[in-house]
């Protein structure tokens, strides 16, 4: 399996673990309502990093961008990965399309 795919199956993986923390989180009392979506973010990109960290995955690497320490295209990737599947379809979508038009 390509990183690529794998960076998607991370996503579709964190999208799953979020939708059952959906129901934890709503039934929190001392949650306040404005709260929520915020508190679900957090625990998505969270687990977007983690899961990136655990694979050693780097996304920056992937389109051809070096840093100089590693653990930020990780953290970036877990970041990508945190948002969905669809934010790194177009993550990666948008950077291959950028590839493409530079001589």
């Not at 690529?4 to 923390?21: C, G, H, M, N, R």
């Not at 399309?97 to 001589?103: E, G, I, L, S």
Request: glycine share 8%; hydrophobic share 50%.
């Amino acid at each position: 399996m390509d990183a690529l795919s794998i960076v998607v199956l991370l996503a579709v993986v964190v999208e799953k673990i979020v939708d059952l923390f959906k129901t934890v989180v709503s039934t929190i009392p001392f949650l306040p309502d404005k709260i929520r979506p915020f508190t679900l973010e957090l625990i998505s990109l969270g687990i977007g990093i983690l899961l990136a960290y655990e694979t050693q995955i780097d996304a920056l690497s992937l389109i051809g961008i070096q840093t100089k320490n590693g653990y930020v295209g990780v953290i970036i990737t877990g970041l990508v990965v945190g948002k969905g599947a669809n934010f790194a379809h177009d993550f990666f979508h948008l950077f291959n399309a950028k590839q493409r038009k530079v001589p």
